[in-house]
């Protein structure tokens, strides 16, 4: 089975800190995305990338930058932290289309 | 008009039951569907995905409506173990995967 790893269930950080939340898969797969959930406003993407070192914008990209420096890992950055940012912070990755995503078991960001 | 949208619930059925969602998209020319589960502060994980003719895999028959541009989950036969919430998921575009997930739609099976 495809294993996305997420390197922390949960953070707390402080507002102004710059935060690295890191997911690594063990499939080989070229796609990979940052998406955060919020009630009532579900999952919404903030990152992905098709390849190494590629990246693209989501729908909220603000506030955030991602790395992918290697095939396998897929770095989401919080630039300053703030409240607003705290959510659950979910990674996921697939091998192409029309295959469904696996997902990491995600990352209960609190910003304080 | 949001691209995927889901009746949020909650479904409250007794174990047994027999209990359906629906999952209208905006986008007609969607190319691939997905139903995932993901339970109480857990990550989702896929659950089906959905083929033109209908597919089924046990207790659970995913349908595809292009004409109508939606997408069906039925469970029967409820278990305890069913309780979660079920996201109905899209891919707008075709071509490269980027899914659109609903907000989910949340079922509860009592004793």
């Known amino acids: 089975d495809v294993k996305v790893t997420q390197s922390s269930r949960y953070l707390v950080k402080r507002t102004g800190e710059k935060v690295f939340l890191e997911c690594v898969q063990d499939?080989?797969?070229?796609?990979m995305f940052w998406y955060r959930q919020d009630p009532g406003l579900g999952l919404r993407l903030i990152y992905f990338?098709?390849?190494?070192?590629?990246?693209e914008k989501g729908d909220i990209p603000e506030g955030y930058s991602v790395s992918r420096e290697k095939k396998e890992r897929f770095s989401l950055i919080l630039e300053s932290a703030s409240t607003n940012q705290t959510s659950m912070y979910l990674c996921?990755?697939?091998?192409?289309?029309?295959?469904?995503?696996?997902f990491g078991s995600g990352t209960r960001l609190t910003v304080v | 008009r949001k691209e995927v949208e889901q009746d949020p619930g909650p479904f409250n059925v007794p174990e047994g039951a027999t209990v359906a969602f629906n999952c209208t998209y905006s986008?007609?020319?969607?190319?691939?569907f997905f139903w995932y589960r993901q339970d109480c502060r857990k990550e989702p994980k896929l659950l089906m995905s959905?083929?033109?003719s209908g597919n089924e895999d046990g207790r659970f028959t995913a349908q595809l409506n292009r004409a109508s541009q939606y997408i069906s989950l039925l469970i029967r036969d409820s278990k305890l173990s069913d309780s979660a919430t079920y996201l109905c998921?899209?891919?707008?575009?075709?071509?490269?995967?980027?899914?659109?997930f609903g907000t989910g739609t949340r079922l509860l099976v009592s004793p």
């Open positions: 996921a990755s697939t091998q192409g289309d029309n295959y469904g995503y696996t």
């Open positions: 499939m080989d797969h070229e796609n």
């Open positions: 990338s098709y390849d190494v070192k590629m990246k």
């Open positions: 986008n007609s020319a969607s190319q691939s």
């Open positions: 959905v083929y033109s």
């Open positions: 998921v899209v891919n707008p575009l075709g071509g490269f995967q980027k899914l659109v």
